[in-house]
């Protein structure tokens, strides 16, 4: 795939402040991305939320409220010893879900959801990447390709 150009793409992050070592790094990994790939930071909007479980609302507002180019999401949730975990994951991954269905842009999910601080760690930018970066690469990208195949519908 080519490289992604993000120039005049006006992007929306919405990030959970929970866990936010790992959270920060992936919003760090996120602009990374967007300005390598030509974005220029006035383009970004970031909405903090308190969790993971308040990115979906969140982000259905700024879509009822904004006309963003795309939507990425960021977050953390790292299992307990709770079924809590699977109720908030779930839910989130589920909210999102849907509103990359019901709107035509892309809506991009980048909350972790690992078994332990460890794994976050490592998915946020040491051994694993930093899925902050990818998941703004992936929306650039999508962006590139919803736009493509709109003009070719007109």
């Known amino acids: 795939m080519s ?3 993000a120039l005049g793409l006006n992007v929306v992050i919405v ?4 866990n936010p070592v790992i959270t920060e790094s992936l919003l760090n990994g996120a602009m990374d991305a ?9 383009d970004v909007t970031i909405y903090r939320v308190p969790g993971a479980y308040e990115i979906p609302g969140t982000v259905k507002q700024v879509l009822a409220n904004q006309s963003p180019d795309a939507v ?4 953390a949730v790292i299992r ?3 079924p809590h975990f699977d109720y908030v994951a779930g839910e989130c991954a589920r909210g999102v879900s849907e509103l990359s269905m019901q709107y035509d842009i892309p809506i991009m999910f980048g909350v972790l959801t690992t078994d332990n601080l460890q ?3 490592e998915r946020s930018g040491t051994k694993a990447g930093n899925k902050g970066w990818d998941v703004m690469e992936a929306a650039i990208q999508t962006s590139a390709v919803y736009k493509d195949i709109q003009s070719q519908s007109n």
């Open 80 to 82: 307990g010893g709770t």
């Open 15 to 18: 990030i959970s402040e929970f």
């Open 3 to 5: 490289t992604p150009n």
């Open 34 to 42: 967007y300005l390598t790939a030509g974005g220029k930071e006035d």
């Open 72 to 75: 990425v999401t960021l977050g």
């Open 119 to 121: 794994q976050a760690l």
